[in-house]
């Protein structure tokens, strides 16, 4: 099992970057294909971007051009770059591994886009 621990969520203006990263432990990274999901309030949790074990990436149409994610299996650590923030990209950002029928998540970190 993968314990999964994101980082790098807070407050930021408009037009601002932030970098989220999510350090996994506990079972081997490199098996897992790796996402990040955001959920605002009164909204459902949507997929944001997602990377598989050979690094073919996936992004939400609402990210693309803007949101990069990578990941470093060496540290055990997914990425996703935020660039172009805007108001509506305000949510909890949760981290989620994948493999098979099996599915861990993060316990979430909070991005604010406001002035």
């Known amino acids: 099992q993968v314990q999964l621990v994101e980082s790098g969520g807070g407050l930021v203006q408009p037009g601002g970057s932030l970098r989220l990263s999510c350090a996994a432990s506990?079972?081997?990274?490199?098996?897992?294909?790796m996402g990040w999901y955001r959920q605002a309030p009164g909204k459902q949790r949507a997929l944001v971007a997602r990377i598989s074990r050979d690094g073919y990436t996936y992004y939400a149409d609402s990210v693309k051009g803007r949101f990069t994610i990578s990941r470093d299996n060496a540290k055990n650590t997914v990425y996703l770059q935020m660039n172009s923030l805007k108001s509506e990209d305000t949510a909890v950002y949760y981290c989620n591994a994948a493999s098979g029928s099996f599915s861990s998540w993060g316990q979430g970190t909070q991005v604010t886009v406001s002035s």
């Open positions: 506990g079972s081997i990274f490199s098996i897992y294909a």
